[in-house]
């Protein structure tokens, strides 16, 4: 069964880059498993911010980038904003259906 | 405005069958390419996918709940079920649905989510 895997904590200052990575146990992420990218604030639900590897829906802050790089998918936020603490996932689409990642706590300090 | 609301129990026994329903609107279940799963999560815990139902009805479940699990939409489609059985202190969690929309050109994953709901399970 599919393992996602993430960075399970980061911390960053305001106004740095930072890159989050997703991984999956089967081998390589690649487009097809359409990896997508949520944003979960405490007590909120999530919010989507990245689909299909890059992608990014009407609402998603500029500062937020995705792409596959290394075998793995990655979110990358260029100058984070405090607002920008947050839970994020990963999901991917393979064949046992949709699977998350553990999650990064991204702290911004 | 799309939008989707969860609403069920709050709080369940041991062995019930619990019943959550997802009330959709902006869109419709009916329009080919849309889907909409259901996701849980534990108190701290990572998000999980329990299921979704396709436009055409198609079901899919997660591997390891399956037995469990029963996903259906009403008549009107305006409003999409789920259905676990034998609830343990285990399934404690807060339930999501989320649309998923594919296109002929796109994949837009889960893009939009409701506000979710609380589920105890506790006798």
């Known amino acids: 069964q599919t393992v996602v895997t993430q960075e399970p904590s980061l911390t960053v200052s305001p106004g740095e880059t930072v890159t989050l990575t997703c991984a999956s146990t089967?081998?390589?992420?690649?487009?097809?498993?359409?990896p997508n990218w949520l944003q979960q604030r405490p007590a909120q639900a999530p919010r989507a911010l990245i689909y299909s590897t890059y992608s990014k829906h009407s609402w998603t802050p500029a500062r937020f980038s995705g792409s596959l790089l290394g075998g793995k998918a990655t979110l990358t936020l260029s100058g984070v904003q405090p607002e920008d603490e947050a839970d994020y996932y990963c999901l991917l689409y393979s064949r046992d259906g949709v699977v998350f990642g553990g999650g990064t706590k991204l702290t911004v300090l | 405005q799309v939008t989707l609301k969860e609403s069920g129990p709050a709080l369940v026994k041991p062995t019930q069958t619990l019943t959550l329903t997802c009330s959709i609107s902006?869109?419709?279940?009916?329009?080919?390419?849309?889907?909409v799963s259901w996701i849980r999560q534990a108190p701290g815990k990572a998000l999980e996918w329990l299921g979704r139902?396709?436009?055409?009805?198609?079901?899919f479940y997660s591997t390891s709940l399956k037995t469990r699990l029963t996903i259906s939409k009403d008549t009107s489609g305006n409003q999409v079920v789920l259905r676990m059985t034998n609830m343990d202190p285990v399934d404690t969690a807060t339930y999501y649905c989320?649309?998923?929309?594919?296109?002929?050109?796109?994949?837009?994953?889960?893009?939009?989510w409701g506000q979710g709901t609380t589920v105890t399970v506790s006798s």
């Open positions: 902006g869109f419709s279940l009916s329009t080919s390419g849309v889907r």
């Open positions: 139902i396709d436009w055409d009805e198609d079901t």
């Open positions: 089967t081998g390589p992420v690649t487009s097809g498993s359409y």
């Open positions: 989320a649309r998923e929309l594919r296109t002929g050109v796109a994949f837009y994953g889960m893009d939009v």
